[in-house]
């Protein structure tokens, strides 16, 4: 298991699979070790993956001061990662609310930015949050499902702050729900810091019209790629968030979740393959 320094010390792991060009992979969570990501679905045929695991999180150490988990003060882990590999540029990926940290990276380097890819990223950092009544309208969408009388109720308490987060909603984060799908959604909380989470989008983190004037800049190529059946961020944000950069390709995967790697596997690996090539 590879491992580097962060600025401030700290040891950073990160996991290669797969062979190709290197494609840098930020997870998501927040706070989530890069585990959950797996091959993304079979991108390791056509890329090198280099699944960073954020700092207190999976094979890496916890900080000294856990402020440095606020996202962005992880911007310079992204950074030291580069250095170390020795690229001039990334190819960079980010999953949900590791897009925010991929924006903040791209608005304070965008010239080590080759091209970034933006998977069910929730934009936070650009002043686009995910609110409660579009979380809701689309879990409604979902009633045919033989699940949902069940899990609307829990679904509907937890983002409205009448209940807490647990097993029963977690069908709504996935296009489809079986076995396997199930146990991706076990392994969460073994996964989870959840100490770092609350603290990765606390006050400071985030300056929107700041990012959004960087990114109105940004030369590389940008895929904002969302499903269908995303709670967070909808397709509809998704397609706002699209539209803060100069060139950017935006996608909908059909009966997607917000793992969309899961639920079709060949169409996400296409369309995210057909970007990195620059088709």
């Known amino acids: 298991m590879p491992t580097f320094t962060a600025p401030d010390g700290t040891e950073l792991a990160y996991h290669l699979r797969g062979e190709g060009a290197p494609l840098i992979v930020l997870p998501g969570g927040a706070m989530r070790a890069s585990a959950y990501l797996g091959d993304l679905g079979g991108l390791t045929a056509h890329r090198r993956l280099v699944l960073l695991d954020l700092r207190g999180t999976g094979d890496s150490a916890v900080p000294a001061d856990p402020s440095t988990y606020r996202c962005d003060r992880q911007v310079d882990d992204v950074e030291a990662l580069r250095a170390h590999l020795g690229m001039e540029r990334l190819d960079l990926l980010a999953h949900s609310a590791g897009g925010n940290l991929a924006m903040l990276y791209a608005a304070r380097h965008p010239e080590r930015v080759s091209r970034l890819a933006l998977i069910a990223a929730t934009p936070w950092a650009v002043g686009l949050p995910v609110t409660v009544e579009d979380r ?70 985030y300056d929107p019209p700041a990012t959004r004037a960087a990114l109105a800049e940004l030369s590389a190529p940008v895929l904002v790629y969302a499903a269908e059946l995303d709670s967070g961020p909808t397709p509809a944000l998704a397609r706002r968030t699209a539209g803060l950069f100069p060139d950017a390709r935006f996608t909908v995967q059909p009966g997607g979740g917000h793992f969309p790697w899961l639920d079709d596997p060949e169409w996400f690996v296409r369309r995210v393959t057909a970007f990195l090539d620059g088709h």
Do not use: C, I
């Open 136 to 205: 809701l309208a689309a879990a409604r969408l979902r009633k045919d499902e033989p699940w949902f009388a069940e899990a609307y109720p829990a679904f509907e308490a937890a983002w409205t702050g009448q209940g807490p987060f647990d097993d029963d909603m977690m069908p709504f984060f996935y296009g489809r729900w079986d076995d396997t799908t199930r146990a991706h959604m076990a392994a969460e909380e073994q996964q989870t810091n959840d100490e770092a989470a609350a603290v990765y989008g606390s006050a400071g983190a």
